[in-house]
């Protein structure tokens, strides 16, 4: 059974940095894409960025390309979530997700079929 669990979250200051952590068990994750999501309070669950295990090949939503980076270490079996610049804007819960296809839509979390439980990141202004 798929686990991941997500850690590294926090509070920080604005212009701040923080290293989310998705440890993923259960599985063997070469076929998988890994997603970071992200639900900010009051709104719905956004995609922030998303890796192909097998290749690394990276998205990043238009929002956090260029202060967010994800990436993957495979003897870990952890994906990285490294976030600078950090604004209050960036406020939410964030959330590891993993995809059993490469495939589909990889912004929508309807094309994810694995969830963590989710890390608080606040932002302080």
């Known amino acids: 059974q798929v686990q991941l669990v997500e850690s590294g979250g926090g509070l920080v200051q604005a212009g701040g940095s923080l290293r989310l952590s998705c440890a993923a068990s259960?599985?063997?994750?070469?076929?998988?894409?890994m997603g970071w999501f992200r639900q900010p309070p009051g709104k719905e669950r956004e995609f922030a960025a998303a890796?192909?295990?097998?290749?690394?090949?990276?998205y990043y939503a238009d929002s956090v390309k260029g202060r967010f980076t994800i990436s993957r270490d495979n003897a870990k079996n952890t994906v990285y979530l490294q976030m600078h610049s950090l604004t209050p804007e960036d406020t939410a819960v964030y959330y590891c997700?993993?995809?059993?296809?490469?495939?589909?839509?990889?912004?929508?979390?309807?094309?994810?079929?694995?969830w963590g439980q989710g890390t608080q990141v606040t932002v302080s202004s």
């Open positions: 890796i192909r295990w097998g290749d690394g090949l990276t």
């Open positions: 997700a993993a995809a059993r296809t490469t495939g589909g839509d990889i912004r929508s979390p309807r094309e994810y079929d694995y």
């Open positions: 259960g599985r063997t994750f070469s076929n998988y894409r």
